[in-house]
């Protein structure tokens, strides 16, 4: 297989990127005042404008011709064909099929397997009917109105980020936990806050094996035990969302309160899934169903829209553009909406889980750089943080900017303030602030030449920043389901484009290894333990230090 960067079309797109080093994405807008017109993609309830990237129609053209190359739109077709494309694993990535509604109708190898869809949701439908009516009762009789959902990555950041970002859709009187850290601390506050005749245990582990889950679960049902509840009331209380069975069995989970998915549909992928349960717990069956909507109104529109109109491949060509030929090894993800304050944090999952590989499908050392580390924070608090980094620090990080027109909580002006924030710093980042422009600012204060001459370069501000703007009319359950959709979507093109499988994730297994190891060698509270021996000088003084300090903590 050719790699990626050695065919004509990344030669091409270099040589773009060298061409424009020296032209300014000022002088790009000037010279064309159809440029936001041309760079704009209306899609599923989103609007996409990415013409605040260094972009010339000839570098748009170029990028088209790589996704040819690299086959996006072959690759897209086996995505929905239910094709094995999670190689490593041997495993089709269908969560497509998780959406489809009430006709899609999806199959691997033959089989279909909307059927088994749709009975799961009727499933978690009907449990919820059951919950919100209080009909679903606790062992005193009461109903429960409080969840803790006890899973970690792809069993909590979806359905916290989802639950938190639909907040103003909560159904009144009901709370949601997420616990995920093997921490204890996170476990005992969110118990500290439970009444244990009021809350529903939700086990969300699709293999029902991870340790941090697993541990977590058993300490769940030990308070819930030593809390007033008896061995026979576990059913009452405790329900899982996995897709192994003999392991729920065993936890002492009823068969009945399994809600079951399935081996192609990735953890990262899963919110969709019975996974969403704690989400349609929180906001209602009816808001999730539109949550489905919305993401199934994205899948539609990249599976048929040509390539140059399709929102995720175009969002996906401005990331594989800034990353490779412009050379932004850092992706910022910046939501000007508070409910969304965890959205870095699931495309984080999302993005550097799926693509932060180095190794190509065919199983060689890829020769071009691949996912970028993503971060972000809620605007505008990152403005008083990090963001000085992004207009002037010397590596350029590109952005994407996502806000609502208008919020769930119109309160005063803060909505316009909120938003004249987030495009002025689109702006800032794109127009920058050249030296004249600085010198004859500070000649308006009145300031005197040698004061100028000391000041000005640290006011100059170089521009050139590229970023995405993505806004929705408002926030709600169909915009957020097509905004994640349009993320998971754009992260399958990049990975085609790269050439890496982004449905495995290996790069987690070490870890969890060493850690198993290492566990008997960490001293109980007062406990004396040997010197470790077993690694190399570092980690055995860390062990021997850490043995140390809780050996006198008995
Ligand atoms: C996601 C990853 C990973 C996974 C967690 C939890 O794509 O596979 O984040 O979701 O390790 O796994 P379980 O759901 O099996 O507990």
């Known amino acids: 297989m050719t790699a990626i960067s050695s065919t004509p079309q990344w030669k091409t797109l270099e040589a773009d990127a060298a061409g424009l080093a020296r032209a300014s994405m000022r002088e790009l807008f000037e010279g064309g005042a159809d440029r936001f017109a041309r760079y704009s993609i209306d899609a599923a309830g989103l609007f996409l404008d990415y013409s605040k990237n260094k972009l010339t129609d000839e570098v748009v053209e170029h990028l088209l011709a790589l996704a040819v190359t690299a086959d996006v739109e072959g690759r897209r077709k086996a995505m929905f064909a239910g094709e094995a494309i999670n190689t490593t694993e ?74 938190t970002a639909l907040q103003p859709f909560w159904i009144g009187g009901r709370r949601t936990f997420f616990v995920s850290n093997v921490d204890g601390q996170h476990l005992a506050d969110a118990l500290d806050a439970c009444d244990p005749e ?54 002492g989970i009823d068969r009945d309160n399994m809600f079951q998915f399935w081996d192609w549909v990735g953890g990262r992928y899963s919110l969709w899934s019975a996974i969403g ?79 932060g590989k180095r190794i190509g499908a065919d199983g060689s050392v890829v020769a071009h750089a691949t996912g970028p580390v993503l971060f972000g924070e809620p605007g505008t608090n990152g403005q008083h943080a990090f963001y000085q980094l992004l207009h002037q620090g010397t590596d350029i990080v590109s952005a994407d900017f996502i806000a609502p027109a208008i919020s ?37 204060e009145g300031k005197t030449d040698a004061e100028i001459d000391a000041l000005s370069p640290h006011k100059v501000f170089p521009g050139d920043r590229p970023t995405n703007s993505i806004l929705m009319e408002r926030l709600d359950p169909e915009t957020l389901g097509s905004l994640i959709a349009l993320y998971e979507h754009k992260v399958f093109v990049e990975g085609v484009i790269w050439g890496i499988n982004s449905f495995d994730q290996w790069g987690v297994e070490l870890g969890k290894v060493l850690a198993r190891k290492i566990l008997p060698e960490i001293a109980a509270a007062g406990e004396a333990k040997p010197q470790a021996k077993a690694h190399d000088a570092s980690t055995n003084g860390l062990i021997d230090r850490i043995n140390a300090m809780r050996g006198k903590g008995g």
Not at 415 to 443: C, P, W, Y
Request: aromatic share 8%; with cysteine.
């Open 408 to 444: 769930q909580h119109e309160l005063g002006d803060h909505h316009q303030i909120l938003l004249s924030n987030f495009l002025a710093q689109t702006e800032a980042l794109m127009r920058g602030k050249t030296e004249a422009e600085v010198r004859d600012e500070l000649r308006g």
């Open 198 to 251: 009021r809350t529903l245990f939700i086990i969300a582990s699709k293999t029902f094996t991870t340790q941090e889950t697993m541990t977590n679960a058993t300490s769940a049902r030990a308070w819930f035990l030593k809390n007033g509840g008896g061995e026979s009331d576990i059913a009452k209380h405790f329900i899982a969302l996995s897709t192994n069975a003999e392991a729920v069995a065993g936890f």
């Open 277 to 355: 349960l704690s989400i349609a717990l929180q906001v209602g069956f009816e808001s999730f169903e539109k949550l489905l909507a919305g993401a199934r109104r994205m899948d539609e529109h990249f599976k048929t829209a040509p390539l140059a109109e399709n929102m995720p491949v175009m969002l996906a060509l401005t990331g594989v553009w800034n990353r490779n030929f412009i050379g932004a090894a850092a992706h910022a993800i910046l939501p000007y909406d508070q409910h969304l304050a965890r959205l870095p944090a699931y495309l984080q999952q999302a993005d550097m889980e799926s693509n």
């Open 90 to 163: 041997n495993r089709a990535v269908l969560h497509v099929a998780l959406r489809a509604g009430a006709t899609g109708a999806y199959s691997i190898a033959g089989e279909d397997v909307s059927v088994a869809v749709r009975a799961e949701l009727n499933k978690m439908k009907g449990f919820c009917a059951r919950v919100h009516q209080g009909a679903f009762k606790g062992y005193s009789g009461r109903a429960l109105d409080t969840v803790v959902n006890i899973g970690i990555g792809g069993s909590d950041l979806g359905p916290q980020m989802a639950t």
